[in-house]
Nanobody, 114 residues
Framework: VQLQAFGGGLVQAGGSLRLSCAASGSAFSSFYMNWYRQAPGKQRELVATISSGGRANYADSVKGRFTISRDNSKNTASLQMSSLKPEDTAVYYC?????????WGQGTQVTVSS
């Protein structure tokens, strides 16, 4: 499984960005897809997760502002981020786990200016 994340960039506070993650390999629709982020000097944290059936869960810090989605026909997962805050600045990673194996995208930088 290979994951490729893209869509990051620089945005002003209050703005929006959409991240996407393209997955290679089979059985994409059978597995959870997750978005993590890591800010400088901080631990990587789980931001949002979506089940194979489309059930989403979010970290409290992004609830109501971020929306995770997936398109199983295209093997993609997305993270729509709105009302961005400077504290959302981080490298964002897409992730999936199959059995005991973790797969990470390369990370995409999101910078929110105040």
């Amino acid at each position: 499984v290979q994951l490729q994340a893209f869509g990051g960039g620089l945005v002003q506070a209050g703005g929006s960005l959409r991240l996407s993650c393209a997955a290679s390999g089979s059985a994409f629709s059978s597995f959870y897809m997750n978005w993590y982020r890591q800010a400088p000097g901080k631990q990587r944290e789980l931001v949002a997760t979506i089940s194979s059936g489309g059930r989403a869960n979010y970290a409290d810090s992004v609830k109501g502002r971020f929306t995770i989605s997936r398109d199983n026909s295209k093997n993609t997962a997305s993270l729509q981020m709105s009302s961005l805050k400077p504290e959302d600045t981080a490298v964002y990673y897409c992730h999936t786990q199959r059995l005991s194996n973790n797969y990470w995208g390369q990370g995409t930088q999101v910078t929110v200016s105040s």
